[in-house]
């Protein structure tokens, strides 16, 4: 019990010697804000990016290989919007198919 009392206090007075670091004519805390930022993201992508280093065997992208399409399928068709009036007078607006 008094080691650890005597390590607490060894630390304690360690800290309360060191003198506070002040950073005079330096950079103003927006500055520092947007270090932080930056190294943050800097140590950030470093750690991402270590997960998932490449190595042979790992499955890469290829794009797939050319598809030749034939034309000749019959004919072509496409709607058509066309009004029609029903038989108590009202035009209706139908979508039809129309093949040519």
């Known amino acids: 019990m008094n080691r650890y009392l005597v390590t607490a206090f060894v630390a304690a007075s360690l800290m309360a010697a ?4 002040q950073a005079r004519d330096g950079i103003g805390p927006g500055g520092a804000a947007a270090l932080g930022v930056l190294g943050g ?5 470093a750690i991402a990016s270590s997960q998932n280093g490449y190595y ?6 290829r794009a797939p290989g050319p598809v030749y399409v034939e034309d000749d399928y019959g004919p072509v068709c496409h ?3 066309r009004r029609f009036v029903d038989p108590y007078g009202d035009v209706i607006i139908r979508r039809v198919r129309v093949c040519e």
């Not at 060191?18 to 670091?21: D, F, G, H, L, R």
Request: no cysteine; charged share 10%; hydrophobic share 40%.
């Open 18 to 21: 060191t003198p506070a670091a």
């Open 56 to 61: 042979p065997g790992q499955p890469v992208y």
């Open 79 to 81: 709607f058509e919007r």
């Open 41 to 45: 993201l800097a140590v950030g992508g």
